[in-house]
């Protein structure tokens, strides 16, 4: 994607969504970090139908500790790999409560340290509870980044710093979402709606097809 290009792209995106957000249901900052944390390799419409009844019982670290890790799991029991997911959550909210006082820390290095929190998860959490600018790259962002060649490279870290560089000012903070939408309903992995795609004049994949406008 030419960086002329770059601006249109993220305009276009804003225009047809000014306030995008994530599709994972939360009231608090512990329950999007819980809930990005069993989002891992599961749907967001699996992650919410599980969380509806775990936050129900435990919707604080002191709450999930109380639960335990035999609880939670068999709450989110319809999630994948919710054995280790449940363990992970159980542990992080030890040491939310030991080292954090019970809240999530904003610090990234803090945030990675949790068990089950990796990059994109921190990102996700700084982006959307604390408002950084920060590129969570999930399948999808990675997918949309490198078709469109907005931000190309062969992992996930390296997509990111690309979006770090090449997303105009303007649009960093919700920049991610934009891609994970696009990426989730137009730019599929299998048969991608590129005649339907409202960005396909900017995108190197669509401008390649040639399809009539």
């Known amino acids: 994607m030419k960086p002329a290009d770059i601006d249109t792209f993220f305009a276009t995106l804003s225009a047809a969504n000014p306030q995008p957000a994530s599709e994972l249901e939360y009231t608090s900052v512990f329950e999007l970090l819980a809930a990005v944390l069993l989002s ?15 936050f129900l019982v435990a919707h604080t670290p002191q709450q999930m500790l109380a639960l335990g890790e035999a609880g939670v799991a068999e709450v989110i ?13 159980i542990q992080a909210c030890r040491l939310l409560v030991d ?29 959307v509870a604390f408002g950084e600018p920060t590129n969570a790259v999930d399948t999808h962002v990675f997918r949309v980044s490198n078709r469109t ?8 870290l390296a997509v990111e710093l690309q979006l770090d560089r090449r997303v105009p000012p303007a649009y960093r903070r919700d ?17 991608p709606k590129c005649r ?9 994949t669509g401008r390649a097809l040639k399809l009539p406008a």
């Open 40 to 54: 891992a390799q599961a749907t967001d419409v699996s992650v919410n139908k599980a969380t509806r009844r775990l």
């Open 77 to 89: 029991r319809t999630i994948g790999l919710y054995r280790n997911k449940a363990r992970h959550l």
């Open 99 to 127: 080292q954090h006082g019970g809240q999530v820390p904003r610090s990234r290095a803090a945030l990675e340290a949790l068990p089950g929190v990796g990059r994109k998860t921190a990102n996700v959490v700084l982006n």
């Open 149 to 156: 060649g907005l931000a190309p490279g062969k992992t996930p």
């Open 175 to 191: 920049a991610h979402h934009w891609l994970i939408l696009h990426g989730r309903y137009v730019c599929t992995a299998r048969a």
């Open 196 to 204: 339907d795609c409202s960005v396909r004049a900017q995108c190197d």
